[in-house]
């Protein structure tokens, strides 16, 4: 029996910096309260992978500390309660269910067969077929039935969503709300395509060649940022301090504007994630 | 008991919840001592961060309509007549709000638009 654990956040990263031959990863901090959902967003190359690997252990960070579970991956204890699913499918070809459900009960001590045997039949995916005849689909949604079939509380996902089609991700969403619904368990989620994420994320964090540019809420974000379209005229009338980011066209502009700052005589658009995370990668600063 | 969320609302979602849970107090489909589903629940059915419904419950729970137990749920608060009262003001007022932001905007008189209301009010 374990120790009930206090800690507050299933994962806590805190300050941490590994540099590669043109690409560094600095300063990096977030927390993932128990119980929530955290949808780690950027670009491709921005370092959500590096991230996720020195969470996991499977990169050593240069500096900053790292804390899972209230513990460090390094520990098998703590290896035991995270479930991972990275982006590309991570089992051999001439494997199938059956045979994983057989080498996967030897491997964490905390397998559940009548769980994993569930999510297949909830999922249709066959228990003889061999994995190099699957789809990009079946293969994530075995993925994240292996991981949630050994009793995980943290389910760390790297692209994983990406690439599928519409009704596999909605499937995908419902098995992540059914896992929260126990709320001592938690998801970091890492994607570049984020209208799936808005919906259920609890947390966003926004990382930008190799820095965080932001990491809270994701409704306090949602209500903090909107979308400002005039001409470039109107633009001037705007209070300075309000205005986040522009994009210009030769028709007018449009601008990543803060609310609170903004007062009631402009009309705002909605801001969606895809639209802050544009903003923030491709819009301009007023100087 | 239904909750329907709209993304094309201008009201953040957390907003929507507090307002049609109100409502449904306020007619009477929910009574004192009823039992509302539980936060994590209701973020899942409706497919939304489950920190969206903790604010609407708390929310709910500041104006006095609803009670949270920790470990055994939230359930409809004893009602209060005042506080109902003040609701519907409140709502009244945010509407007149935006009639007088439109009438503004249109250089439109306070008389008129007294005039307006008065004859709006008895018809």
Not at chain 1, 16 to 22: A, E, L, P, Q, T
Not at chain 1, 141 to 154: D, E, G, Q
Not at chain 2, 33 to 47: F, H, I, N, Q, T
Request: proline share 2%; charged share 30%.
């Amino acid at each position: 029996m374990k120790n009930v654990n206090l800690e507050k956040n299933s994962i806590v990263v805190d300050k941490i910096s590994k540099h590669y031959d043109g690409f560094s990863l600095e300063n990096v901090s977030f927390k993932l309260p128990k119980g929530c959902i955290m949808g780690f967003i950027g670009e491709n190359g921005a370092g959500k992978s590096t991230t996720i690997k020195i969470i996991l252990d499977l990169v050593k960070q240069e500096s900053g500390n790292v804390s899972v579970l209230g513990d460090n991956a390094k520990n098998a204890n703590v290896r035991e309660d995270i479930g991972v699913v990275f982006d590309e499918g991570c089992f051999p070809d001439e494997i199938n269910a059956d045979n994983l459900k057989n080498s996967f009960k030897y491997i964490y001590k905390n397998w559940d067969s009548n769980v994993f045997d569930d999510y297949l039949k909830r999922f249709s995916i066959p228990n003889k077929k061999n994995m190099k005849d699957f789809s990009r689909g079946m293969k994530m949604k075995l993925a994240i039935a292996v991981a949630l079939s050994h009793k995980a509380k943290l389910l760390v996902l790297d692209e994983a969503t990406s690439g599928l089609d519409p009704i596999v991700r909605e499937q995908i969403l419902d098995v992540f709300m059914e896992f929260i619904q126990n709320e001592e368990n938690s998801i970091l989620l890492s994607s570049h395509i984020v209208s799936d994420l808005e919906k259920v994320c609890d947390y966003i964090t926004f990382i930008h060649e190799g820095k965080i540019l932001l990491s809270k809420e994701k409704d306090l974000l949602m209500e903090e940022y909107g979308l400002l379209k005039c001409s470039k005229k109107e633009l001037e009338n705007v209070p300075q301090d309000a205005i986040e980011r522009v994009r210009e066209n030769q028709f007018g502009v449009e601008a990543l504007v803060k609310r609170n700052k903004i007062g009631r005589a402009f009309t705002i658009d909605k801001a969606t994630l895809e639209d802050i995370m544009l903003f923030m990668i491709r819009g301009n600063k007023v100087c | 008991m239904n909750i329907i969320i709209s993304n094309s609302s201008n009201k953040p979602i957390y907003e929507q919840i507090t307002n049609q849970i109100k409502n449904i107090i306020i007619a009477g489909e929910m009574t004192t001592g009823d039992v509302l589903p539980s936060m994590r629940l209701l973020a899942k059915e409706l497919r939304i961060s489950v920190i969206t419904t903790k604010r609407a419950y708390e929310e709910l729970e500041r104006e006095g309509f609803i009670e949270t137990v920790t470990g055994k749920g939230s359930f409809v608060a004893d009602k209060n007549p005042e506080l109902l009262r003040e609701e519907h003001l409140k709502r009244i007022e945010e509407h007149l709000i935006h009639a007088c932001d439109i009438a503004k905007v249109a250089k439109i008189s306070e008389e008129e638009l007294a005039v307006m209301l008065k004859l709006i009010y008895e018809e």
